[in-house]
């Protein structure tokens, strides 16, 4: 009762320029603490780094860029990024440093939205976006773990499978209804 409440009262939250309460505040960052936070969330197409983050974790993990992230603006295309990786047939090891690596910086960006819902001045429309990018944040954080242990291919190969099949029922369906006509 007390979820379906919070969830109400965050949906609620008007879009408009005033303030934000301390209630209003208190229930957004409850709300990014759930579970199932990122369901129907969407995956930012781009999300904004502090440019100091991405020179960090470069020289500190000696990694290579991926072309998604750019660090001269202190950005990554994060939609077009997680569209590679989930049609990229094999990672190797460079790979999986890379998402590594890009999972630090968007859990750096995520807490850096929570803090902001939590201390700043905020109208509701701007708490609004902060909210959704960091739940989206969030579902590209959990797709990002599944591309690197491999749970995407398997469900892909899964899906893939169940649709032959599907296929299969709906011809032999077919058949059968044209055969039993007179």
């Known amino acids: 009762m007390e979820d379906e409440m919070r969830i109400r009262i965050?949906?609620?939250?008007?879009?408009g320029p005033a303030p934000l309460t301390e209630e209003e505040r208190a229930h957004l960052i409850s709300d990014l603490h759930r579970l199932l936070v990122w369901v129907g969330a969407q995956v930012p197409?781009?999300?904004h780094l502090e440019q100091s983050w991405i020179d960090d974790e470069v020289e500190g993990h000696d990694l290579s860029l991926p072309p998604e992230i750019h660090r001269d603006m202190g950005s990554i295309d994060l939609h077009q990024l997680l569209s590679?990786?989930?049609h990229q047939k094999d990672l190797n090891d460079a790979d999986r440093a890379q998402i590594s690596g890009i999972v630090?910086?968007?859990?750096?960006?995520?807490?850096?939205?929570e803090q902001m819902i939590k201390q700043a001045a905020?109208?509701?429309h701007q708490a609004r976006q902060i909210y959704g990018e960091a739940?989206?944040?969030?579902?590209?954080l959990l797709d990002l773990k599944d591309i690197s242990t491999g749970r995407s291919r398997q469900f892909q190969a899964s899906a893939l499978r169940r649709s032959a099949d599907?296929?299969?029922?709906w011809r032999n369906f077919l058949q059968e209804v044209e055969g039993s006509r007179p």
């Open 45 to 47: 197409q781009q999300v």
């Open 135 to 140: 739940a989206g944040i969030i579902r590209a």
């Open 104 to 113: 630090r910086l968007l859990k750096a960006r995520e807490m850096q939205d």
């Open 166 to 169: 599907d296929v299969r029922r």
């Open 84 to 86: 590679r990786l989930v």
């Open 122 to 124: 905020l109208t509701h």
């Open 10 to 15: 965050v949906r609620d939250i008007d879009d």
